[in-house]
């Protein structure tokens, strides 16, 4: 009785598809669900059906796995696994690696432009827990938002940023943003230029470039205080950086002596 049940399902759902849509694309995950109302995720199937994977032909499981061969669910389900499993493809940790099997990033950026508009990508509530991923760069921010606009101007509104209303000062060590020693103009340990050097996109998440011009620059009023390392002026990498990208050094150096790298105007 099972196994009738099971082949008239499969032959309504093969059917049942192109009658209502009129496409010709096929995908035996969305024909089965299709023909079960009582199977989970009907909204989603029916933004797949509309979607361009669904007008391609990329079937549910080139996503999130199964066998897409045959109608007996438990072999269909093989190997599924939910979303919220650290190793399911659709993981939000993993989407970056199975969307990047078949799409470039500007293929993704395409839709889910943080700019803009997120399209279904993060959970709910993410706001809230987003500072653990982006400390681990999965998924990587960058990919979406811009780090000297969206994030700084999110954490500005959130009263984080230096530039917005906030409870934080450096007058009051208990209300203190970052812990004691972490950036003096007089000396000290000056802590902040070792999680600098580790992952500057953490500082530029709440301070824009012309704070750390404050100091390292050679501005008029800057202390001159230099990120680089011993050994960096006419180094190999200064040279590189210099050639790729000239305006980069000349946002802290202004004359050309102070460039160096063989630099000559043009």
Same mark, same amino acid.
């Given at each position: 009785?099972?196994?009738? %049940?099971?082949?008239?399902?499969?032959?309504? @759902?093969?059917?049942?598809?192109?009658?209502?849509?009129?496409?010709?694309?096929?995908? *035996?995950?969305?024909?089965?669900? =299709?023909?079960?109302?009582?199977?989970?995720? $009907?909204?989603?199937? =029916?933004?797949?059906?509309?979607?361009?994977?669904?007008?391609?032909?990329?079937?549910?499981?080139?996503?999130?796995?199964?066998?897409?061969?045959? &109608?007996?669910?438990?072999?269909?389900?093989?190997?599924?696994?939910?979303?919220?499993?650290? %190793?399911?493809?659709?993981?939000?940790?993993?989407?970056?690696?199975?969307?990047? @099997? !078949?799409?470039? #990033?500007?293929?993704?950026?395409?839709?889910? $432009?943080?700019?803009? %508009?997120?399209? +279904? &990508?993060?959970p709910g509530n993410y706001v809230l827990a987003h500072a653990v991923?982006?400390? /681990?760069?999965?998924?990587?921010?960058?990919?979406?938002? #811009?780090?000297?606009?969206?994030?700084?101007?999110?954490?500005?509104?959130?009263?984080?940023?230096?530039?917005?209303? *906030?409870?934080?000062?450096?007058?009051?060590?208990? /209300?203190? =943003?970052?812990?004691?020693?972490?950036?003096?103009? *007089?000396?000290?340990?000056?802590?902040?230029?070792?999680?600098? /050097?580790?992952?500057?996109?953490? !500082?530029?998440?709440?301070? /824009? +470039?012309?704070? !750390?011009?404050? !100091?390292?620059?050679?501005?008029?009023?800057?202390?001159?205080?230099?990120?680089?390392?011993?050994?960096? #002026?006419?180094? @190999?990498?200064?040279?590189?950086?210099?050639?790729?990208?000239?305006?980069?050094?000349?946002?802290?150096?202004?004359?050309?002596?102070?460039?160096?790298? +063989?630099?000559?105007?043009?």
């Amino acid at each position: 009785m099972r196994r009738l %049940k099971m082949i008239i399902v499969a032959t309504a @759902a093969m059917l049942l598809p192109a009658a209502a849509s009129g496409q010709s694309y096929r995908s *035996t995950c969305a024909d089965c669900h =299709f023909a079960r109302p009582e199977a989970p995720a $009907q909204d989603h199937l =029916f933004n797949w059906e509309h979607s361009l994977h669904g007008r391609n032909n990329v079937g549910c499981e080139k996503c999130h796995g199964g066998n897409a061969s045959t &109608f007996e669910q438990l072999q269909a389900h093989a190997g599924l696994l939910t979303a919220d499993a650290v %190793k399911s493809p659709v993981n939000r940790r993993n989407l970056p690696a199975t969307c990047g @099997a !078949c799409h470039d #990033r500007a293929e993704c950026v395409a839709c889910h $432009q943080g700019v803009t %508009k997120p399209v +279904d &990508f993060h959970p709910g509530n993410y706001v809230l827990a987003h500072a653990v991923d982006a400390r /681990r760069g999965t998924p990587d921010c960058s990919a979406c938002h #811009r780090a000297q606009s969206f994030c700084v101007g999110c954490h500005e509104r959130s009263g984080v940023g230096r530039r917005a209303i *906030t409870d934080y000062n450096t007058v009051d060590p208990e /209300r203190a =943003f970052h812990p004691a020693g972490w950036a003096s103009a *007089t000396g000290g340990p000056n802590r902040h230029a070792l999680e600098a /050097r580790r992952s500057i996109a953490s !500082c530029a998440s709440c301070h /824009r +470039d012309d704070e !750390c011009l404050e !100091c390292h620059s050679a501005q008029p009023g800057s202390i001159r205080a230099s990120p680089h390392p011993r050994g960096w #002026r006419n180094s @190999a990498r200064c040279r590189a950086l210099d050639r790729g990208n000239r305006r980069m050094c000349l946002r802290c150096h202004v004359t050309q002596d102070e460039v160096g790298c +063989d630099w000559r105007a043009m």
